[in-house]
């Protein structure tokens, strides 16, 4: 059950609170239900613009329609799947490690921790698999006098470790199981019959899951800025 997750939200947000201090932001909002995609937001919502709409979309058009979905869906005794976006800035360079402790890695293994997920990418992710190295590497520029990529889509991060640039990942999540509908099955003896889900139905969880996702990649944050600081900060060399 996702109640165990009420743990979770509340280390996270403990953890979110110190990175605070360090100006690191975290946004996590829905960015697709079913077949509705909001359109690509370049600067980071506030959380009073992913609150704002009952979907955590925070581009208001598309939450609409993703709530008419969602209750199309509930209608129908049926249940619909999405997306979450979660972005980070401020994040410093060198956080994570090359092998054992890569950022990407550990932030996939808590976020497929959670219930109804199916699928993780950070950056460009399985989109892109359709381009060349040429086209997908990510080019040093000078920026007023700052080193910057002229792309981000890594994501962020750069052989396990950040590279500075907004860290961004994306979180599949199904549609919930049951349903009020008749489905086959088979009994415990092997025989063939029908089921159907009864009582309360959840059509779409993925704005409950909003917060969750955002606590959970505080927690993951936490402990490597601490590994940062026992690795690289715990001896003075002077």
Not at 27 to 53: G, N
Not at 222 to 233: F, G, K, P
């Amino acid at each position: 059950s996702a109640r165990e997750t009420i743990a979770r939200v509340a280390a996270g947000a403990v953890a979110k609170k110190i990175l605070s201090y360090d100006h690191i932001n975290i946004r996590a909002y829905v960015e697709r239900i079913h077949d509705i995609e909001a359109p690509s937001i370049e600067e980071l919502p506030t959380l009073e613009q992913v609150e704002s709409t009952p979907t955590r979309c925070p581009h208001s058009e598309t939450a609409k329609l993703m709530e008419n979905r969602i209750l199309e869906a509930k209608k129908a005794g049926d249940s619909v799947g999405g997306s979450i976006l979660c972005r980070v800035t401020g994040l410093p360079v060198g956080w994570g490690a090359p092998v054992f402790d890569r950022l990407e890695a550990d932030l996939a293994k808590a976020m497929l921790s959670l219930p109804a997920t199916k699928g993780f990418e950070v950056g460009s992710g399985f989109d892109g698999t359709y381009l060349k190295g040429s086209e997908h590497n990510d080019l040093y520029e000078s920026k007023d006098g700052k080193v910057s990529t002229s792309s981000n889509r890594s994501g962020g991060v750069q052989g396990g470790i950040s590279n500075g640039e907004e860290l961004y990942f994306r979180i599949a999540f199904k549609p919930t199981a049951t349903v009020l509908q008749k489905q086959k099955t088979v009994d415990s003896q092997g025989n063939e019959t029908e089921l159907m889900g009864r009582g309360r139905h959840d059509p779409c969880v993925l704005p409950r899951a909003v917060p969750i996702v955002e606590a959970m990649t505080s927690l993951v944050l936490i402990d490597h800025r601490m590994l940062h600081t026992a690795q690289c900060q715990s001896f003075d060399f002077s």
